[in-house]
């Protein structure tokens, strides 16, 4: 049975900074593509970043604050988020699929797999 738990979400004050995880089990990340979602209240779920072996990608909104991880060590992936914005409040998802990213990374349907979801909220 495969499994993405998150974890690591919370309030933070605007420009704080915050790492979300993803363990997974019954899957082996290293052989997936890792992506990771969010959905702030009334809007559609929306694609931040993925991790795979072919590289990492990143939406507009959060290239140069956001790096996405992977420790295969512990099956575990990771989004480290820095100067954080009122409107990066949502909850995050992570999703896994065995492929690549690719160009097309921010397609939900996709991934097959996903995990419960963590909410960030930005506030002062």
């Known amino acids: 049975q495969v499994r993405l738990v998150e974890s690591g979400g919370g309030l933070v004050q605007p420009g704080g900074s915050l790492r979300l995880s993803c363990a997974a089990s019954?899957?082996?990340?290293?052989?997936?593509?890792i992506v990771w979602f969010r959905q702030a209240p009334g809007k559609e779920r929306e694609g931040v970043s993925c991790f795979s072996s072919d590289g990492t990608y990143y939406a507009d909104a959060v290239k140069g604050r956001v790096a996405i991880s992977r420790d295969n060590a512990k099956n575990t992936a990771y989004l480290q988020m820095i100067s954080l914005k009122p409107e990066d409040t949502a909850v995050y998802y992570c999703a896994a699929e065995s492929a690549f990213c690719s160009s097309k990374w921010y397609l939900r349907g996709r991934y097959g797999y996903w995990g419960q979801g963590t909410q960030v909220t930005v506030s002062s």
């Open positions: 019954g899957i082996i990340l290293d052989y997936y593509a």
